[in-house]
């Protein structure tokens, strides 16, 4: 095989990918102007990283860019982490499962209505990540208002090693209540996260973020964060 895309309908998402004995030959070309064809005006087309080589893609194709993708990492040793101190009138706990599902769903699904992937979660979707070996119900914070109505969450993973490199830990998920975003709430839960990682003695952090979310950004920037890798979503 020299070669092959893949193409889910809903969203219209593309990959396509061409060993590289094969390349410069115009099969990449070929195979995504038929994903092109067959996912209509809407289609993303990922570039993973967007090398040279998928930016010259790109611009051949007539597309452009609809959507940057960053990975930004931290090393927990670099940098001094704040204490946590959440607002008044919030506490912060952590995740029981079955009982706490129904508040967080609500408060994913209104953080997230514009996101692709995060956005419209059902029950389903939260136990599919619940039976996953990497979850730890003690790295899943809330914050639960005085009244106990949940404001936000900060769920936290840990990639074990596979090849014998350190494990990785990752800020999940941040989703913080729409009325409540704006009030540093996402920050307070960011830290209790990073300071749980850190306790569990994992160096490096990294995070997904949209790369025009320029509030999340900047304060992921503001916690020793950088970027280290894009993706890149062409579209026409």
Do not use: C
Not at 31 to 51: I, K, M, P, Q, S
Not at 106 to 131: K, S, T
């Amino acid at each position: 095989m020299t070669g092959y895309a893949s193409l889910t309908a809903a969203p219209p998402v593309a990959e396509l990918v061409v060993h590289p004995e094969h390349r410069r030959q115009g099969i990449g070309a070929a195979l995504a102007a038929e994903v092109l064809r067959a996912g209509g005006d809407e289609l993303r087309l990922w570039a993973h990283g967007n090398g040279v080589a998928a930016r010259g893609l790109a611009e051949k194709l007539g597309l452009v860019s609809r959507r940057e993708l960053w990975q930004m990492r931290v090393d927990l040793t670099a940098v001094e982490l704040p204490p946590v101190q959440a607002p008044a009138g919030i506490r912060l706990r952590t995740y029981v499962p079955a009982v706490d599902d129904a508040a967080v769903l609500a408060v994913n699904n209104a953080a997230f209505a514009w996101h692709p992937e995060q956005g419209g979660w059902g029950e389903q979707e939260l136990a599919q990540r619940r039976a996953e070996p990497w979850f730890d119900a003690e790295g899943f914070f809330l914050a639960v208002s005085d009244s106990g109505e949940l404001r936000g969450f900060h769920w936290t993973k840990v990639h074990e090693s596979e090849d014998g490199q350190p494990a990785l830990g990752e800020v999940y998920v941040v989703g913080v209540a729409p009325d409540a975003q704006g009030s540093g709430l996402g920050r307070v839960l960011t830290l209790a996260g990073l300071h749980y990682l850190r306790s569990r003695g994992l160096r490096t952090v990294l995070l997904y973020v949209e790369g025009d979310n320029a509030a999340a950004v900047h304060t992921y920037t503001k916690l020793g964060f950088t970027r280290y890798h894009v993706d890149v979503a062409y579209g026409r």
